[in-house]
Structures are given as C-alpha cells and as structure tokens.
C-alpha cells in the first residue's frame, strides 16, 4: 500500500514563501511520477507541479513558473514544493499525488494520479 502524508502548510502573508512535503511509504517501485496539486473552495483541483521520480525533470503550470520548484529526495522518499512570493489566490488544500502507472509523460490531469495525500492547508493573506 501507499501513503502519502502532506505537511509544511500554513498562513502566511502575500510574497512569503513555503515548502511543503510530503513523505511517500510503500510503493518502492513502479513509482513514475509525483505531483502536486490545489483546490481551493468551490473550484476544481488543479495541476501545480510535477516530477519524474527517476529522472528528476519537471514540469509546472504557466501561473507558477519561476516561483514554484519542486523536487525530491530519492533516499528519503520525500517531494517537496518551494513556494515563493506567495499569492492570496494561491490559498487552497495542497495535495501530493503519486503516478504508478506511468502511462502518459509529464501527467497534469488529476485522473492520472493513483494516490493522494490528505492535503495540506495552505492560506496567503493580503
């Protein structure tokens, strides 16, 4: 089985910064691709970040380039997501989200995903 635990949200202010994490148990192989998403109230979940567990490559949604970097830590089967110069429409519930089946390249569409983490609350004020 696999789980995956968010953690490192909080409150925080207009152009602050974060990193969460989010710690991966079980699934040692056929692990493809790890994500992060959002979803604040009343919207759909959407694509933040995402990368290759092997490779390390990345990709990210448009809104988040240069602010956002995600990465990981082969060893301690942990991704993280650096966010910088937070934004107030950047509040929402932060989920990490694993891909083991590896199927389509660089996935940003939630349906990809396997497994998910319980999120991770994230709110930036203005």
């Known amino acids: 089985q696999v789980q995956l635990v968010e953690s490192g949200g909080g409150s925080v202010q207009a152009g602050a910064s974060l990193r969460l994490s989010c710690g991966i148990s079980?699934?040692?192989?056929?692990?493809?691709?790890l994500g992060w998403f959002r979803q604040a109230p009343g919207k759909e979940r959407e694509f933040v970040a995402g990368?290759?567990?092997?490779?390390?490559?990345?990709w990210y949604t448009d809104s988040v380039k240069g602010r956002f970097t995600i990465s990981r830590d082969i060893r301690q089967n942990t991704v993280y997501l650096q966010m910088n110069s937070l934004k107030p429409e950047e509040t929402a519930v932060y989920y990490c989200?694993?891909?083991?089946?590896?199927?389509?390249?660089?996935?940003?569409?939630?349906?990809?995903?396997?497994?998910w983490g319980q999120g991770t609350q994230v709110t930036v004020s203005s």
């Open positions: 079980g699934g040692a192989f056929s692990r493809y691709h």
């Open positions: 990368i290759s567990w092997t490779l390390g490559t990345t």
């Open positions: 989200a694993a891909d083991y089946t590896g199927y389509n390249s660089a996935p940003r569409t939630a349906g990809t995903y396997d497994y």
